[in-house]
């Protein structure tokens, strides 16, 4: 039979750089990502509802110095967006509104409005100290007073023809009575009689009287409408003269010249408060709330894009409701607490709009409501702030519910597949809004395009981190390294944290300008160490007898099959002693760690498998009349995958066959109903867990690895493996069936093999017949 054996020049990694990285220049790389590429071509170029971009891929893999590279190359041919500012509404104080205007022309009608508010303080009072106003009011004044005195003068004589006379109080005009041609104002000294009359006098003269004290009022009212008009006419000429300037400069657009018209009306409705404002210096209280009220006036420039040359790009790393949506501050004063148009400010939604706002989707999911708030937002193409009621559970109030701001924002989400799935799954509006997923590949094939570009993605690295250059034999470790994490000698990992990582630590060992391969290994070496410490534990336990592995000799019913443990991100292989008991009966394999409930649904499957083998192989002639118990000796934790059904299959068949099997060579693979070996994961841990074994109790030339022959490219391993393998002091066999591996671990003839098991299996079937007879 014909056994391919792995040789050491075949397990090597021969890529060869000849310069440093002092020779690159370096630039951002990311190898065999054409589906990512394609997939922000379409969700940045198609500006449609719900073309939002999910990004996925592992941490580390370079997720967001794509995404900022790519946002940041588009984000230029596109348009700088509008200033927003939020003013005052006199209509309703409780919702201030939003202007939108052309980026930069924000801070300028800022500066404008508080040159309008500078001299509104410092000139109006002005006007109405001028001679020019004084003799105007006091002309309208001493035209009121005329016809006033022309009216007493006739109630006077009315008056008196009725016996009355007129006196003036501080509380208004008193009618009192006239007695022999004087004027009588104390009531008590009359007569019963003389108040009879003058009580009658009042009620004849009642309603003439009230007729001249409505021409009084009127008057009154006219000259309070004519010194209002005056000052209005006389405000109105001052704002005029004071914002035409300003509608000069704003004339070509059409919503400022509208928002200074409504500030100008709204400045001359309350005109007092600059007029006032003079004459309360001296009391502090007043002076206060004066300069609040004047606040009103001011404009809050809510998003200001003067400084941008294009669309924005936001990376929100803190995803909380104020910095995401904003939000209202308060001012306190003597206890009290208040707040005003100018206290609300923007969130990174609002800095985002025209552009593209970039999330972490682990950190947003963490508040449902921030969640439904973002779905909003999109969906409704409005941007909230944070504080007012809009999702329908329960009001957020505080004061003031500023009107949400029209605009679009691209949202790019970058999280992992597992939240992706999920949110597909059990979020029905997920998939509406993100229609377009840019999925990162974390392995890529090696070709001349991935080696000449290493050297630049290196050198990237060092610059972005600041490092010291690498050598080219550093180089090569480097890549060595990252196709190992690949767990196949033709791909090379792209997560490239882990080289970062490496050139870090590797930095502080180097003692001349250039990290070379020594400290590149150094540094790999220190990592395993950090976290193997249970390796070493397992490993130490073996070597004193503990953990109990047959490494020499041939034992019936008994394999040494490979494990993987997992212990955080840390993986290292052991061998694990599988052994079958056989016997006659009618339960077929018994799967002891499914018994204890210690066996996972994939490793059932692969033991159910076997015995879909056995049934094939040995039962079309007869019934099988067998019961054999198979299990993982000295294993206390859940058992799981089915790599161990080649090496569970070969301890079934030793034992009913009775035929020993060698202990010093580990088998791993599956195998499926028909004998066929198939593929599994985790080789090189497996393959350098039992080498290390060996090496401890002793290597001699005869122990060895079989593994699937498809997992052929699967197989890197340390050079101190390759070294052996060399020598041959150790063997890596490559299988296609059952039979392959039967001949390496009995040196038997597989039909001869199956013979004596096919034989043993009759035996059964007789012998529980005869049972049965008795």
Known sequence: MNITKVKAEDLIINIKFDKSTKEYSPKPIFFSQERVEKAFETGLKVNKEGYNIYVSGEDGIGRTTYTKMKLEEHSKNLPVPEDIIYYHNFEDPYKPRVLIVKSGLGKKLESSINEIIEKLKKEVYKVFESKEYEEEKLKLIKDAEEKREKILEKLKTDANKHNLGVLFTSYGIELVPIINGKIITNLNILTDKQYKEYQENLNKFDDKFLDYVQQLREIDEYLDGVLKDLKLKISKFKLDSLYYKHEKEFKEHKEILEFLRYHKENVLINIDLFIELRFAEKNSLFYRSLEQGIKKFKINIFVDNSNLNHAPVIFETNPSFKNLFGGINFEAEMGILFTSHTNIFAGSFHKARGGFLVLYIKDLLKDILLWELLKKSIVNKEIYINGTDILGIFSLS????????????????????????????????????????????????????????????????????????????????????????????????????????????????????????????????????RENLIDEKITELIDEGKIIVEIEGGRIGQVNGLSVYEVGEYSFGKPSRITASAYIGEKGIINIEREVELSGPFHDKGVLIISGYLGRKYGTDFPLSLSCSITFEQSYGEVEGDSASLAELIAVLSEIGQIPVKQSIAITGSVDQHGNVQPVGGIKEKVSGFFKICKIKGLNGSHGVIVPKRNYDNIILDEEVIEAIEKNLFHIYLVDNVDEAIYILTGMDPLEFHREVKVRLEDFYKNSIKGLKK
Do not use: H
């Open 398 to 529: 505080v004061g003031l519910t500023p009107s949400p701001v029209p605009g679009i924002v691209k949202v790019i989400l970058i999280g992992d597949e597992y939240t992706y799935n999920l949110l597909s799954e059990f979020d029905n509006d997920f998939k509406k809004i993100f229609k377009v997923k840019a999925e990162f590949n974390n392995i890529a094939k090696i070709n001349q395009d991935v080696i000449n570009n290493f050297p630049i993605l290196v050198k990237n690295i060092i610059e972005s981190e600041n490092l010291k250059d690498v050598s080219s034999d550093g180089l090569e470790e480097l890549f060595r390294y990252m196709v190992e994490l690949s767990e196949n000698k033709n791909k090379i990992y792209l997560n490239f944290s882990y080289l970062t990582d490496v050139l870090r630590e590797a930095e502080i060992k180097a003692n001349s300008d250039l990290i070379t391969k020594r400290e590149i290994k150094e540094v790999i070496n220190e990592q395993i160490f």
